[in-house]
């Protein structure tokens, strides 16, 4: 192995040229343990900070980098950006709010710390299957990024160039558009595209404040002015002036409960 200043050298037959990228001195020997572990992982070199994951990256030409997000000088994510040729990539970190973001910059994973062998394995068993099989879909990946044990509290959204947090209790509906849904919020006009299929997101949110009135439309029940007669159908009628269609076995459900 060489350091951020080593020359390079190939990769035996088989082997991934993987670079470390971590602040914390701790962080990083727990990330060798685990990796020594794994014959097929050739670590070639380490990086204390942005900067110095930059000029490892450029000067040994890893095919993997496992890469912290908060580091001084440079983020992980700034570091990844400036690339003009990307290896591979998994980001290590203490901060969930960075996911949608890596992703889209094309993150094979997303690894939350504190995080023990068999989850890393998991993650790099992907670079292995990048050789035959298509990696997962990013949002698939995502979705163990986010905490499990409570409904979603806020969405990560793109605003322009930036991303930025999206509190559910504004979001007034989500419509599926084929693979993508449509998180309506602020407005009728403003909607927010999100990679991720309707019934997926259904399971993280509050079923008691978000209910699936249709295949296409999951709506916020805190943002229902009423529910509405449409010709021989059901409405949901927005706060916001728009209105959603309601399924029949799902006007059945609200017209027993109007008994």
Do not use: C
Request: hydrophobic content about 50%.
């Amino acid at each position: 192995m060489t350091d951020a200043a080593g020359a390079t050298g190939s990769a035996p037959d088989g082997r991934v040229r993987t670079l470390l990228a971590d602040d914390e001195p701790l962080a990083r020997a727990g990330l060798r343990r685990m990796l020594a572990a794994l014959p097929w992982v050739d670590l070639v070199g380490e990086a204390a900070s942005g900067p110095q994951a930059s000029e490892a990256i450029a000067a040994l030409q890893p095919e993997l980098v496992l890469l912290d997000i908060r580091m001084p000088g440079m983020s992980g994510l700034d570091v990844w950006r400036g690339l003009a040729r990307r290896p591979w990539v998994v980001f290590t970190t203490a901060y969930a709010e960075h996911a949608v973001e890596a992703f889209e910059l094309g993150a094979l994973d997303y690894l939350l710390k504190p995080f023990g062998q068999e989850r890393l394995h998991a993650a790099l068993e992907r670079v292995r299957a990048l050789a035959g099989e298509p990696a997962p879909p990013p949002w698939e990946r995502l979705a163990e990024a986010w905490p499990q044990q409570q409904p979603l509290q806020r969405l990560f959204v793109r605003s322009g160039r930036a991303i930025v947090p999206l509190p559910v209790a504004r979001v007034s509906r989500f419509e599926a558009l084929g693979d993508y849904v449509l998180a309506h919020a602020d407005g009728a006009a403003s909607a927010h595209v999100l990679h991720v299929a309707l019934q997926r997101l259904a399971l993280r949110l509050d079923p008691q404040r978000f209910v699936r009135v249709h295949r296409a439309h999951l709506v916020n029940l805190d943002h229902v002015a009423a529910f509405r007669r449409q010709g021989t159908a059901l409405a949901a009628e927005m706060r916001d002036g728009s209105r959603v269609p309601v399924s029949r076995s799902m006007a059945q459900q609200l017209r027993g409960l109007a008994r």
